[in-house]
C-alpha cells in the first residue's frame, strides 16, 4: 500500500508492506547508494551484492560526526552526485547517519529509509529529524529534512533479537500513553510473543504508531510545539543513555516512569495509572528503574536542548492518552531520578 504524507516542507512517499527486492526493482534506473550497518550487510547480503554499498559500525557509540565523515568520503568514492539517492537499511541509528550524511553531501541529496527494527518502523525512521551525537550529548548535530520515501518490510524482524523487540515496544508504549488508550489496552491484552506471531496485529501498531508520530510531525515539524510531546521519557533516558550505555528503548522505559512519577506530583496524574504503565513496561520486558546518579544526570540535562534557565520543558501525562508540557526546575528533577535510583536498591 502507499501513501503520501505531506509536511511543510515536502512529502514522503510510504510504502506499507512491502518485500524490498520488489521495490527495488522500480528503483533499478536511478543512481543509488545503499548505507547499512554490518550486523545487516552480514544477515541480508542478497540485498547488497554487486550494489554501492557503504557499511557502517553498529551501535551507538558510532552515531557520531566520524562516521558521517566516512561515509562522505565513501560516497565521493563512488562519485555520488546531487541525484544520488542514500538508501538506509537499518534500525533508527543507520537512518539517523543516512538522513544526516544525505542532508549535508554536496549540501542535500534525498534519502529514504527501509527501518530494520521496530523502533526504527514505529518511530526513528520517521519525522525527518537526523542527529548524530556529541561526546556524551545526544542527538545534538543533526537537521530536519524528510527522506524521499521510508518502506517497510516487515519480514526484516524475523532476525531481530528479543531485546531489540522490547526497545521497539518502549517507542510504542510511548505514543499509547500520549495520545491512545485504545493502543495502550491492546498492548495491555497481549505480550512480544503475541506480536512476533500475528503479523497483521503487528503491523497494525506499527501503523498507528507512524499514523500519530506523521499527525504530529505534520502540524509542527520543527518541534516548536505539539512535536515536543513525542520526547516522552527522553529527557531523561538521553542522561541515563549517555551515562550508563544503556539502549535507546530501555531508557525510555525508565525514563517514562520517571515522567510518569513527576506526572503524580504536577498533574494529578493517578498512582493507579503510574502501576498500569509499569506494569505495562515490564510484561515486554523493559526496566522500571535503575540506579542513576541523579546529580550526574541533572548535570548532563543542564546542557539539555529543553532548557530554559532554572527549568527544563518536561513532557507529563495528566492521563493515559493525554500529554502536556511543564517548565520543570531541575531540583523537582533531580528528586525524582533519586525516587527512581532508590526504588531500583529496593528491588535487588
Ligand atoms: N530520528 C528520530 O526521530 C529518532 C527517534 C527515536 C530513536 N532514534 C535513534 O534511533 C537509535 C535507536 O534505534 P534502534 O533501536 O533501531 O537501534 P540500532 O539502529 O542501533 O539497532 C539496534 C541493533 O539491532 C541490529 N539490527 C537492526 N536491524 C536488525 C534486524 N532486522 N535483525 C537483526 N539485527 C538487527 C543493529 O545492527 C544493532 O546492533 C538511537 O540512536 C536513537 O537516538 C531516532
Redesign the pocket.
Known amino acids: 500500500m502507499e501513501q503520501t504524507v505531506i509536511f511543510p516542507s515536502g512529502s514522503v512517499q510510504y510504502f506499507h508492506s512491502v518485500q524490498l527486492e520488489e521495490l527495488l526493482e522500480n528503483y533499478k534506473g536511478r543512481d543509488i547508494i545503499f548505507l547499512t ?1 554490518s ?2 550487510a552480514a ?1 541480508y547480503p542478497q540485498f547488497f551484492a554487486g550494489k554501492k554499498t557503504v557499511v557502517i559500525l ?3 557509540t558510532n ?1 557520531n560526526l566520524n562516521t558521517i565523515d566516512d561515509v562522505g568520503r565513501q560516497m565521493l568514492q563512488y562519485e555520488a552526485t546531487r541525484n544520488t539517492l542514500l538508501l538506509g537499511i ?5 537512518t ?1 547517519i543516512t538522513g544526516l550524511a544525505a542532508a549535508t553531501y554536496m549540501r542535500g541529496i534525498a534519502a529514504a529509509f527501509v527501518p ?2 521496530l ?2 518502523m514505529a ?2 525512521a520517521i ?1 525527518g ?3 548524530v551525537n556529541s561526546g556524551v550529548y ?2 545534538m548535530i543533526g537537521t530536519i529534512r524528510q527522506p524521499e520515501f521510508i518502506a517497510y518490510d516487515i519480514r ?2 524475523k ?3 528479543d531485546d ?1 523487540w522490547s ?1 521497539g515496544f518502549a ?1 510504542i508504549i510511548k505514543y499509547a500513553c500520549l495520545f491512545d488508550t485504545e493502543l495502550f489496552e491492546t498492548l495491555s491484552a497481549k505480550n512480544i510473543n503475541w506480536f512476533k506471531t500475528h503479523s497483521d496485529d503487528l503491523q497494525s501498531v506499527i501503523n498507528t504508531c507512524v499514523y500519530w508520530k506523521n499527525k504530529t510531525v505534520a502540524e509542527d515539524e520543527h518541534e516548536s510545539g505539539m512535536r515536543k510531546l513525542l520526547n516522552f521519557g527522553h529527557t531523561a533516558a538521553h542522561a541515563i543513555e549517555n551515562l550508563y550505555g544503556l ?3 530501555k531508557a525510555v522505559s525508565i525514563g517514562m516512569v520517571i515522567a510518569a512519577t513527576l506526572s503524580e506530583q504536577l498533574t494529578g496524574f493517578g498512582a493507579d495509572d503510574t502501576l498500569r504503565l509499569k506494569k505495562l513496561l515490564m510484561q515486554y520486558n523493559l526496566p522500571i528503574s535503575y540506579p542513576i546518579d541523579s546529580k550526574k544526570a541533572v548535570d548532563i540535562l543542564k546542557m539539555d536542548k529543553k532548557r530554559n534557565n532554572n527549568t527544563i520543558s518536561y513532557i507529563l501525562l495528566n492521563n493515559i492518552g493525554i500529554a502536556t508540557i511543564k517548565a520543570l526546575p531541575f531540583d523537582i528533577l533531580e528528586k525524582a531520578i533519586e525516587t527512581c535510583a532508590l526504588q531500583y536498591s529496593r528491588e535487588q
Do not use: C, Q, R, S
Open positions: 550497518d550486523n545487516i544477515l553498529p551501535g551507538e552515531k537499518g534500525g533508527g541509528m543507520v539517523d530494520t527494527t523502533l526504527g518511530d526513528a519525522g529529524k537526523n542527529g545526544k542527538n526484516f524482524l532476525t531481530l533479537p531489540e526497545n517507542e539502549p535507546h528503548g
